[in-house]
């Protein structure tokens, strides 16, 4: 509501000069976070665009539901775990408590390279199936849309190493250091709730992506 | 109610928010090659742009003579002519439109315009140049690969993009893709920059509603950009799969030379979905730092006070919001069920609503006005003329039934060259003009700018107004070569020679114009300080050109809106913005009296 009244405010009126010199800044929060969310939204319009692409092409001839490899279902475990060790990490910046967060981000990072070797894993059993065919659609996406999520998480490893090298070089929590965390920690989750949406509708079983299209007319 | 300066006691108190530490380069290197500087970056941007569009003015001139003497040039094979156009519309849109207006001057006139020192993250700045470089290079790498560039036209449609009839379909159509993915990467890493720097680098006193219509029109079109390349991405590396590795997005079973291809089952329409959604907006990309700039320099070069501030605000973020909802109006051909074609030709219509205030506003910000017909004044008003000739081709092509038989003419070409393609460039060069005494410190030869606007001004009109007839008698685009038809006359034939000598006198007086900047960064008288008496902060800076860090010691501090011009009661005709109010001197009574 607050941009809304920096919006409609008239500025050809005569204005008290002084009392105005202190919105210089539109959102309260460091340039480096907002700058952060509007990358999310960025991805977020990258990824909700694939999952359209893959409904649309759901309606088209010779669909056939990839395979549904079961490793997924502890990938996602493994990324989950990643997020906690973010977010313990986070809190630990918060109270100050260094080795709460070298903790954390440890986790986090160990999980995370986990999901991502298994995420190749999956990549290497399906290559392996009977008539495999990138020409098939759900398998040209299950390839497409991991690579780009995975590609997203190895960007996020390059903030969490550079992170984690300051904290290991710190002797006690600063604030730019907390801020670093804050944003690696918002990143994670961002990147989970994509697989979470990503999983729980394309790559496990079409039933739900199917409902919801149902549910919105186009089935 | 008369703008007046309120009587307050102008001191400043101190700032809440300390001073981001400003990057200092040690090297000549990292000082005007690998610069962080936000100027520096845009004038790499800049050159850049301008080089590479020069290759597709080259492309056009090509064009022209093949379809104003056909059968006369050996050298222009049909493959030839659709790599022209192909290369042509790719590089115009993307390569030079969108990063000028973004990269260019996004770059130089965000940071002075807002009060800032420099962008609010200048290392990831200085990457997206590069990366932006790297896209060109390799755009232009295909010319020389076998087979040549891409000939697919410029929107890349699949099939036939990526089939063995199509010209560069061997590397061309590989790194124009690629090039797109790297354009699309670099560009935003610079768009988190202009939008987090106009939202929270703002100088003390910069609110959102003192911001130039120039900074609202780059903001917006950022945030669209933003959220429109994601579909040309995802379109693009689809495209490149199908391409290289054989998946099938949006191949579907498909024959080729009596072979049947490995290809089946994918959708060329989900393509053209993905492209428009982009596709459109990229059009208000272009537009909407246009409108800004247009905005500014009217009300400057009128010495008045823009008409309707705030609607004109609005105006920007609605025509952002509505170009999302837009896409499918260009493909009513492409088949669609009737009632989307009714939404989206209504949604259409509906833009041209905050178009036409906009256009209402700078007419009326021109009525009275004490207007000085410098040449970027003169651009100003040819931007609007255009600009209203071809949003009103818009209107014809937005209605599904009109849009059906037109669509695929020269009418549909003469429309978008207007409207998106001669209106734009003509702000461009309107901003190079008003703003090359401050990037440069010296002005440019008057009567040679005066040459450049009457010639390109004319000549754009004789080269697109026929066009638009050549479209109603049913003269077909992306054709190598019309031949003899029932239903073309003779006189198109004459009518299209006339339109090829005319384009090459445009593009001779581009060279015109370009030795004129060239010569002017010499030889130009020194402009000084605030040539044209504005009052936006870019042209209040201690130093011009502007210095590292822009300000000197300490930042400015903001007291009105940008548009005090001709204030009642004021001696100057402009008061700047970072004026205090005590220093405002009144006009003498007595002068006034007299008069």
């Not at chain 2, 290369?87 to 940071?111: E, K, R, S, W």
């Not at chain 2, 315009?113 to 962008?119: L, P, Q, S, Y």
């Not at chain 2, 990309?285 to 905005?295: E, K, M, R, T």
């Not at chain 2, 009518?495 to 090459?504: K, Q, R, Y």
Request: charged share 10%; with cysteine; glycine share 8%.
């Amino acid at each position: 509501m607050d941009l809304l009244r920096q919006i409609t405010e008239k500025p050809w009126l005569p204005q008290d000069a002084v009392e105005r010199l202190h919105a210089e800044r539109a959102i309260a929060a460091p340039a480096a976070k907002i700058g952060l969310r509007f990358f999310l939204a960025v991805v977020s319009v990258l990824f909700l665009l694939l999952i359209i692409a893959y409904a649309e092409r759901m309606r088209f001839e010779a669909w056939r539901p990839g395979p549904q490899p079961v490793l997924l279902w502890l990938n996602t475990a493994l990324l989950i775990l990643g997020s906690v060790g973010l977010q313990w990490a986070r809190v630990a910046a918060n109270r100050r408590q260094i080795d709460g967060v070298r903790k954390g981000l440890m986790i986090g990072g160990f999980f995370t390279l986990a999901f991502l070797a298994g995420q190749i894993a999956a990549w290497r059993q399906l290559s392996g199936i009977p008539f495999f065919n990138m020409a098939s659609p759900a398998i040209a996406f299950f390839y497409l849309i991991t690579a780009l999520h995975g590609v997203h998480i190895v960007g996020g490893l390059v903030a969490w190493g550079r992170a984690t090298a300051r904290v290991w070089r710190a002797s006690a929590v600063a604030r730019p250091l907390q801020g670093s965390v804050d944003l690696c920690a918002l990143y994670w989750h961002f990147l989970l709730l994509v697989w979470l949406v990503l999983f729980g509708l394309l790559f496990s079983g079409n039933g739900n992506i199917d409902l919801l299209l149902a549910l919105c007319g186009f089935r | 109610m008369a703008y007046a300066e309120p009587a307050v006691v102008d001191h400043a108190p101190p700032a809440e928010v300390p001073e981001v530490e400003l990057y200092h380069a040690k090297t000549w290197l990292t000082k005007y090659v690998f610069s962080q500087d936000a100027k520096v970056i845009a004038i790499q941007y800049s050159l850049t742009a301008i080089a590479i569009g020069l290759v597709a003015l080259v492309l056009s001139w090509l064009m022209r003579l093949q379809l104003g003497f056909p059968a006369t040039f050996s050298f222009i094979e049909p493959a030839d002519y659709y790599q022209y156009v192909t290369m042509h519309g790719m590089i115009m849109v993307i390569y030079l439109l969108t990063a000028l207006f973004l990269g260019g001057f996004g770059n130089y006139l965000i940071p002075l315009m807002v009060g800032a020192r420099d962008m609010v993250f200048p290392y990831v700045n200085m990457l997206s140049y590069w990366i932006y470089l790297l896209a060109v290079l390799v755009l232009a790498a295909s010319f020389f690969t076998p087979g040549g560039p891409s000939g697919a036209g410029w929107t890349l449609y699949p099939p036939q993009s990526i089939l063995s009839g199509t010209p560069g379909q061997e590397w061309g159509i590989i790194l124009m893709l690629v090039s797109l993915m790297l354009f699309i990467i670099g560009f935003t890493m610079g768009g988190l920059n202009y939008v987090v720097t106009v939202l929270q680098a703002r100088a003390r006193g910069m609110t959102l509603m003192r911001l130039p219509l120039t900074v609202w029109g780059i903001f917006v079109a950022t945030i669209l950009a933003l959220l429109a390349f994601p579909a040309l991405f995802v379109a693009v590396v689809m495209s490149l799969l199908d391409r290289t590795v054989g998946t099938s997005f949006f191949m579907p079973h498909i024959v080729e030379m009596g072979e049947q291809l490995p290809y089946g089952g994918g959708s060329p329409i989900l393509f053209q979905h993905l492209f428009w959604f982009f596709g459109h907006p990229e059009v208000y990309i272009v537009a909407l730092p246009a409108f800004g700039i247009v905005s500014d320099l009217i009300s400057t070069h009128a010495r008045r006070n823009i008409f309707g501030y705030r609607m004109m605000v609005w105006a920007i973020i609605a025509i952002g919001g509505l170009s999302f909802v837009v896409w499918a109006h260009h493909m009513y051909v492409s088949g669609m069920n009737p009632y989307f074609g009714f939404f989206f030709a209504t949604s259409t219509l509906v833009i041209a609503i905050p178009t036409a205030i906009k256009l209402y506003n700078w007419v009326l910000t021109l009525w009275r006005g004490n207007i000085h017909f410098t040449v970027p004044m003169l651009f100003c008003i040819a931007f609007i003329v255009t600009f209203l000739n071809g949003g009103i081709t818009g209107l014809f092509l937005g209605n599904v039934s009109v849009d059906v038989p037109l669509s695929d003419t020269m009418f549909v070409v003469a429309h978008f060259h207007m409207v998106m393609g001669v209106a734009p460039i003509f702000v461009i060069f309107a901003a190079i003009y008003h703003w090359y005494p401050l990037i440069s410190g010296r002005m440019f030869n008057q009567a040679l700018g005066l040459f450049h606007f009457w010639v390109t001004f004319i000549g754009a009109y004789l080269i697109f107004l026929p066009l638009h007839y050549l479209g109603f008698v049913g003269v077909p685009r992306r054709y190598f070569e019309i031949g003899e038809t029932g239903f073309v006359p003779e006189s198109a034939a004459t009518l299209n020679e006339f339109i090829t000598v005319v384009a090459l006198i445009v593009g001779f007086a581009q060279v015109v114009f370009m030795a004129n900047l060239a010569w002017s960064v010499f030889r130009g008288r020194v402009a000084g300080r605030n040539p044209w008496r504005a009052v936006t902060l870019e042209w209040q800076t201690a130093e011009v050109p502007p210095g590292h860090g822009n300000w000197g010691p300490t930042l400015p501090v903001v007291y009105r809106w940008a548009y005090a011009y001709s204030v009642p009661g004021v001696e100057d005709d402009f008061v700047p913005q970072n004026l205090p109010p005590s220093q405002v001197k009144a006009a003498d009574p007595s002068a006034r009296a007299a008069e």
